[in-house]
């Protein structure tokens, strides 16, 4: 017997349209990111490596993925 859903702030097609918006957003940020890899942004900011950049963010030996294999 499964447990009873707890309340929610969404309707259904709120919660639907919220999915919908956020898997946009995921995308877009997605090809920021992966931009932001392949030029490099940290070194423009003054930084010497990525974890400088994202502090707290970095991981694996400092590095963080671009999701592009570098």
């Known amino acids: ?3 009873p859903l707890s309340p929610t702030d969404f309707t ?3 919660a ?3 999915t919908d918006d956020l898997k946009l957003d995921y ?3 997605q090809g920021k990111i992966a931009q932001a890899f392949k030029g490099k942004i940290w070194i423009a900011l003054g930084y010497e490596d990525v974890g400088q950049w994202l502090p707290g963010r970095a ?3 400092g590095r963080i993925s671009s ?3 570098h």
């Open 16 to 18: 639907r349209e919220f």
């Open 27 to 29: 995308v877009i940020l």
């Open 1 to 3: 017997m499964s447990a």
């Open 67 to 69: 999701g592009q294999g």
């Open 59 to 61: 991981h694996q030996g």
């Open 12 to 14: 259904a097609d709120e």
